[in-house]
């Protein structure tokens, strides 16, 4: 069974409960008003742009010549990481988002 999920400039109610920009992100699915929310990780990308579970960001050694690599971000043992070894706090402000792992 499923619940009924409205959504509205990145607000949603949820069975009553509204959750507003910051604590999710609402990736649409295959199936119309079918929708996943991710969890905020409390930074910004180089550009402002919040990550999310499930971003893919691009970490760059030197952003003027793109060196750098590409990473998922995931929830791993309670700390948000980029890929296996690098703690967002870390990494995030030498970061861009490229996609999401949905994409």
């Known amino acids: 069974m499923w619940n009924r999920l409205t959504s ?28 996943k929310l991710l969890q905020y990780s409390g930074y910004k990308d180089m550009n402002g742009k919040e990550i999310y579970d499930g971003h893919i960001i691009r970490i760059f050694d030197d952003v003027d010549s793109d060196d750098g690599w590409n990473e998922d971000v995931s929830m791993h043992m309670g700390a948000f990481m980029a890929g296996d070894e690098n703690f967002i706090g870390n990494v995030h402000f030498r970061s861009r988002i490229i996609g999401t792992i949905f994409d």
């Open 8 to 35: 509205k400039n990145k607000q949603i109610t949820f069975n009553g409960v509204a959750f507003e920009m910051g604590f999710g992100e609402l990736v649409e699915h295959a199936k119309e008003n079918q929708f």
